[in-house]
């Protein structure tokens, strides 16, 4: 269905090209997973399997791209080429242009040229396939970033093409929500349609996907099933250190009963918890079931509904955040929602200026995330692995005794997720506190001492390592 | 938290009226608001533009939208004192007993009407448009925009306009939460609170420029710009003809008090 020979890309203003030689093909209802670090090609390789490095950018280019033995410069422009080929991105809040989930649905379904009644019908097929049929009302502003990419998914699916590509367009999915756009794009491929999936976590999507690629450095340099090529990737991890320090010291946070409201809804509703120095506490759960709401408490950005809440022993449900922030660090999902200077050293600083402490630690803490001597770098030209680790770095200078995550690890590839557990067993070892909320349950087993599932607001198990 | 011009649900007179009579609604008051500058007809467009929005259980959206109105209002009016002159002085901003620079900065009676002129233009060309979209759905809103036979590009950009606003309002609480846990704090007075704006400001607008890329391939890619066929006809209802014939019989009072 989708075949290219010997693709080389370089993106105008670049001298490196991203893509070298690449030759691959993809029969017809196929489903392959393209796996690989962060700034390896994979997007880039999507992109000129859906058309727009031919049709869009202007970099150069050499090599053919064929869609079901057609030349994909044959097409007039990206619009002719959408009858074949859709593509789901990463960022689901920009796909999504109507200001509802049943609008951005029904406009794909118009545009496929569905008649009204059968638009109607398909229209609830789809989002019952998706679990969203309660969100068809719902404006994109009012959803979970998980919520946006099912909606994202269900609004390509409508399209219906030949060729579906979704790059990285799950990754703020839970297990089960994944698993379960895994088997509708399965059975698409059992229809005869054409799946190409880019994927981190191949282990999950193995069981559905009939091929693996494996692409580092623009080149693809490992192709088998998808169990096959995920033992290559194993082989070359490094090991995984054991941790040395003391656990469960001083007592950091303490919540008793921690009920928080929005209106009348109960995000969290009666949660106790615990965390000592040296204790390393991941939190799972599905999206929307209280997780973020939760830890905004243990560093002011919240206050308790009801309940109380003692760092280091005293009570502190009334205190501010510029209070309770000198002893709990909050890194959130996405680093860009942080990163404003422009050199890291500045970027840096501006968290140690607003506590009012010396910056002399910059280059030690630039070491320990892995980006020593990169005090000058623009933080937005670095990867988004190394963003993840600076804004790490922005909030571990500050030093405070505990550190809070959420979704460290979102976005990133194993090798960097594991970069990033070295960090925080590294500072657990010093004797910080770490909170890390998760999707990734293989993570949360493999490096914290104690895995709490939570659901509807509430801890509905506990599990030490 | 309040989201600015979105809409809300409703049973009131404009919830029941076709898109385009709102459309040729929110049209007639913006013109007249740009052809008069009658202090006091300027007063009455904007009494009827509440009155109809009260009349449409919208009021209170209206309401809220005043604190922010006021403090536009002031600078408008500042702006104008300061680099316009005409009429009578009134006094000067700068007393005339302080040597050399005594008598600089003088407030006139031309320079403070024009900018209350402003002041009430915009605040009816605002609150017209906000009763327009807080009572229409911005499908339909489109769909009336298409069969006007406005071009496709023109209707996404409005679209999206309309879609982005909420987003960037949550965006932005995310930023300066995000800020807020690494010890930021909003500076003080007004030049501190401006230069206090920089770490929240400038992610919010590098983000969303990343945006507009993956914006424009989606819209390309899922046809959009094709534009559906619009075959349905705008049928119109008694109440549209009461809410057009208003407006335009406004227009007849406004026209003849400006010719008397």
């Known amino acids: 269905m989708i075949r290219i020979e010997d693709l080389t890309y370089t993106y105008r203003n670049r001298d490196i090209p991203v893509l070298k030689n690449i030759s691959l093909s993809l029969p017809k209802g196929s489903m392959t997973i393209l796996t690989g670090p962060s700034g390896s090609g994979k997007t880039t390789l999507c992109r000129a399997m859906a058309g727009i490095l031919s049709h869009v950018y202007t970099g150069k280019a050499t090599g053919t791209i064929t869609i079901a033995g057609r030349d994909i410069m044959a097409y007039k422009g990206i619009e002719e080429l959408s009858h074949d080929v859709s593509m789901v991105f990463d960022d689901a809040d920009a796909q999504l242009i109507f200001t509802t989930v049943g609008e951005e649905v029904m406009t794909s379904l118009e545009n496929r040229g569905l008649l009204r009644m059968d638009a109607e019908n398909e229209l609830t097929r789809l989002l019952d396939l998706l679990e969203i049929a309660t969100l068809k009302e719902r404006a994109p502003y009012t959803l979970s970033g998980g919520q946006k990419q099912k909606a994202a998914i269900a609004a390509t699916l409508a399209l219906d093409s030949a060729v579906l590509i979704l790059d990285e367009a799950t990754s703020e999915l839970d297990a089960e929500a994944r698993n379960v756009v895994f088997s509708i794009l399965r059975q698409l491929a059992d229809l005869g349609r054409t799946i190409v999936l880019v994927e981190h976590m191949i282990d999950e999507a193995a069981a559905f996907a009939d091929a693996c690629l494996l692409i580092e450095d623009g080149q693809i340099t490992a192709s088998g099933t998808p169990a096959e090529v995920s033992r290559r990737i194993q082989e070359k991890l490094p090991p995984i250190t054991k941790r040395s320090g003391a656990r469960g010291g001083e007592l950091f946070i303490e919540a008793q009963d921690l009920v928080h409201c929005y209106g009348d809804h109960r995000a969290v509703d009666g949660v106790n918890f615990t965390l000592r120095s040296g204790e390393i506490v991941a939190i799972v759960g599905e999206n929307g079931s209280g997780k973020t709401t939760l830890v905004k408490h243990f560093n002011g950005l919240l206050k308790p509904t009801e309940g109380t809440l003692r760092i280091k022993g005293s009570v502190c449900n009334g205190q501010s955040i510029s209070t309770l922030s000198r002893h709990t660090g909050l890194v959130f999902q996405n680093p860009d929602t942080m990163l404003f200077e422009d050199t890291v050293h500045k970027e840096i600083a501006f968290g140690l200026k607003n506590i009012g402490t010396d910056v002399h630690c910059i280059g030690s803490v630039l070491a320990e995330v892995g980006l020593a001597g990169r005090e000058d770098t623009n933080p937005r030209h670095l990867s988004r692995g190394e963003r993840q680790r600076l804004a790490l770095a922005c909030v571990i200078a500050m030093d405070q005794e505990v550190f809070v995550l959420d979704e460290p690890t979102t976005g990133l590839d194993l090798a960097e997720s594991l970069q990033i557990m070295e960090i925080l067993m590294r500072l657990a070892d010093e004797g910080h506190g770490i909170v890390m909320i998760t999707h990734n349950p293989g993570l949360a087993t493999a490096f914290a001492d104690r895995v709490m599932k939570m659901s509807n607001g509430r801890f509905i198990s506990s599990q030490e390592v | ?260």
């Open chain 2, 1 to 260: 938290m309040q989201e600015i011009m979105q809409y809300i649900p409703g049973d009131g007179i404009f919830h029941r009226v076709h898109p385009f009579t709102k459309l040729l609604f929110t049209i007639i008051i913006v013109l007249l608001a740009v052809l008069t500058s009658d202090l006091i007809l300027l007063a009455v467009l904007l009494l009827v533009v509440f009155l109809a929005a009260w009349a449409a259980g919208l009021g209170r959206g209206l309401t809220e939208q005043i604190p922010l109105l006021l403090v536009l209002g002031l600078m408008l009016v500042l702006f104008t004192v300061l680099t316009m002159h005409g009429g009578e002085v009134i006094f000067t901003l700068i007393p005339s007993g302080i040597p050399f620079i005594g008598g600089a900065l003088p407030v006139t009676t031309g320079a403070l009407l024009f900018g209350t002129i402003l002041s009430l233009r915009f605040a009816v060309m605002l609150f017209a448009f906000q009763l327009l979209v807080v009572s229409t759905k911005p499908g339909e809103l489109v769909t009336t925009l298409r069969q006007l036979k406005m071009p496709i590009d023109y209707t996404l950009m409005f679209l999206i306009a309309l879609r982005f606003i909420p987003t960037l309002q949550r965006e932005g609480i995310r930023i300066s939460e995000a800020q807020l846990a690494r010890g930021y704090s909003p500076g003080d007075g007004m030049m501190g609170k401006i230069r206090g704006l920089r770490p929240v400001i400038l992610p919010l607008i590098l983000n969303s420029l990343g945006k507009a890329d993956t914006l424009g391939l989606t819209i390309d890619m899922r046809g959009y710009r094709r534009g559906r066929a619009q075959t349905e006809k705008i049928v119109f209802g008694s109440l549209d003809a009461i809410v057009i014939l208003s407006a335009v019989a406004l227009a007849a009072v406004i026209a003849g008090v400006q010719i008397l």
